[in-house]
């Protein structure tokens, strides 16, 4: 990475101390805007096309113009990371509806403002996922779909925030969070995996989470690997005698639980298809993409 991190900023290149944005915009005052976290591999973007597509369906759910053309997107990007010499790291992009006046209303906001960030990123030592972590479920209930619906990926991500709060405050490593049913939905911002007696099992998004492009590639991967797999509600108590449970997220990667409201999972370590599927997935992440530099 260069000394210096630039950041996209409405079709500008500017400093990290200059990239900033006016008090008036929606995204700051009502969380109106979308979002997209993305990783880069050894130069490539991963699943690039897969991020680009949720990041336009989240626009459209939410009636929002993005003011540039998917390949304009894509381009930005792989030039913001260009500019960073960024092989490995995080990609940050950010759509918000744009400078406006203090009503809520998005007409009074003339164009929407997007911004691309890249950065390196470590989110877990190694140890971390032969370990895995130590989690809690939350009182806290996932957003239900009809208020604001979990597959949006929006700015507004006070419901996940609150998880954080409480789990960081049970010095927690990851929370689950279940619906207003009682059905387990995902994490604070991860989905989420168990394993029984063989099968791989998440639940369905619509019960309330974000369709998640790691939980997507794991399904694929599953699938490659002959691991039978099912989508299917759960409860806690499922979670509580699985065989493994573990997360998966763009930072995260795969990542296990090795205890839940103090229930141990497995052996209290990583289990075998965890650890599998992690290394599977390791072995696309620099492939399946979009190339940035040239060879
Ligand atoms: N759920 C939530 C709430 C998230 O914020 C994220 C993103 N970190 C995920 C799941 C995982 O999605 P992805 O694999 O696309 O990063």
């Known amino acids: 990475m260069t000394a210096e991190q630039w950041i996209y900023l409405d079709g500008q290149y500017v400093t990290k101390e200059n990239a900033k944005v006016s008090v008036f915009d929606h995204g700051f005052l009502y969380g ?15 699943k690039c096309k897969e991020h680009l597509d949720r990041l336009y369906d989240s626009a459209k759910s939410i009636m929002l113009d993005i003011p540039l053309s998917y390949d304009e997107m894509r381009e930005a990007m792989a030039e913001t990371i260009r500019r960073n010499e960024m092989r490995n790291g995080y990609i940050r992009l950010v759509v918000s509806r744009g400078y406006g006046n203090l009503g809520i209303d998005p007409l009074r906001c003339e164009k929407a403002s997007v911004v691309i960030i890249v950065e390196e ?9 032969l370990k895995g972590l130590r989690t809690i479920s939350v009182s806290q209930r996932r957003n239900i779909p009809d208020a604001l619906n979990p597959k949006i990926k929006s700015l507004n991500y006070l419901n996940n925030v609150l998880v954080k709060i409480q789990s960081n405050h049970a010095g927690a490593g990851e929370a689950i969070m279940l619906n207003s049913q009682g059905y387990v939905t995902e994490g604070s911002s991860d989905n989420i995996f168990i394993v029984k007696n063989g099968v791989l099992i998440t639940p369905p998004c619509y019960l309330g989470a974000l369709e998640g492009i790691t939980r997507n590639a794991i399904i694929e991967l599953a699938d490659k690997i002959g691991l039978p797999f099912k989508e299917q509600p759960f409860t806690l108590h499922d979670v509580y005698v699985a065989d493994e449970v573990f997360f998966t997220g763009t930072a995260a990667e795969v990542i296990a639980a090795y205890e839940v409201d103090g229930r141990t999972i497995g052996d209290g370590v990583a289990g075998p298809i965890t650890l599998k599927l992690l290394e599977e997935f390791r072995q696309i992440v620099d492939k399946d993409g979009y190339k940035v530099f040239a060879e």
């Open 121 to 129: 990123l470590s989110i877990y030592p190694e140890e971390a996922y």
């Open 32 to 46: 109106d805007g979308i979002f997209e976290g993305i990783r880069i591999y050894n130069g490539n973007i991963f």
